[in-house]
């Protein structure tokens, strides 16, 4: 089965630093993915994770621990901007699909 | 990245008819998918667009209700058939390229 939770909202403060979790259990793993979405637009792409380790893209930072079936988005210096909903998803191993998590709503305050 | 572009970008139709959404990517995918995301949800996959072959079916989506096309690398269709309100939601056309995957800016329907 399939199975990616994360929180269903968040608050943070402009400036400060905000950590959105993922867990996962899959019967196939083959990346985990990050995503943007902000309301009434398509969800953008942000990270891709496959190996272990913190992959870092100026202001967010993605990581990945395999066999804890974890990862994480990491936002430096909030913007206004930034308040959207963020999306876990996870590609398998078979037919390279991804699934999604319900998706994390951030709000930034000023 | 890969450029998405989905027409219609949105719709409102009556019950029993059916909607045909293009989705056009800007250079050849290896992949091509297709999502629903409900109001205050998050992105169901619907199905895998194969080219030159039948899609393939998540659980609960079958090709009478959802048939879909990829007559080529950078192309596909997607048909919402016989719509109930149920079928209210946003359809997005989704490429991959190598191991990114993204997304195109979606198709708004609602039905009457």
């Known amino acids: 089965g399939q199975n990616i939770d994360q929180p269903t909202e968040m608050t943070a403060t402009e400036g400060a630093i905000v950590q959105i979790n993922c867990t996962y259990q899959?019967?196939?793993?083959?990346?985990l993915f990050w995503y943007q979405q902000h309301a009434g637009e398509a969800p953008t792409f942000l990270s891709y994770?496959?190996?272990?380790g913190l992959e870092e893209k100026g202001r967010f930072s993605s990581f990945l621990s395999r066999s804890k079936g974890y990862s994480y988005l990491l936002l430096k210096e909030l913007q206004m901007k930034d308040s959207a909903s963020y999306l876990c998803a996870v590609r398998d191993n078979q037919g390279g699909k991804l699934i999604f998590g319900q998706g994390t709503e951030l709000s930034v305050k000023p | 990245s890969a450029v998405i572009s989905q027409k219609p970008s949105r719709d409102i139709c009556q019950r029993g008819t059916s909607l045909t959404i293009q989705c056009q990517v800007d250079s050849q995918v290896t992949m091509m998918f297709w999502y629903r995301q409900q109001p205050g949800q998050s992105l169901t996959l619907i199905a895998t667009a194969n080219q030159g072959s039948e899609a393939t079916y998540e659980s609960g989506f079958v090709i009478d209700k959802f048939p879909i096309s990829r007559p080529n690398l950078t192309f596909s269709t997607l048909t919402v058939s016989n719509m109930s309100p149920e079928d209210s939601s946003i359809y997005l056309c989704?490429?991959?390229?190598?191991?990114?995957?993204?997304f195109g800016p979606g198709t708004r329907l609602t039905v009457t």
């Open positions: 899959t019967s196939g793993f083959n990346g």
């Open positions: 989704s490429a991959r390229r190598n191991d990114e995957q993204y």
């Open positions: 994770n496959v190996l272990d």
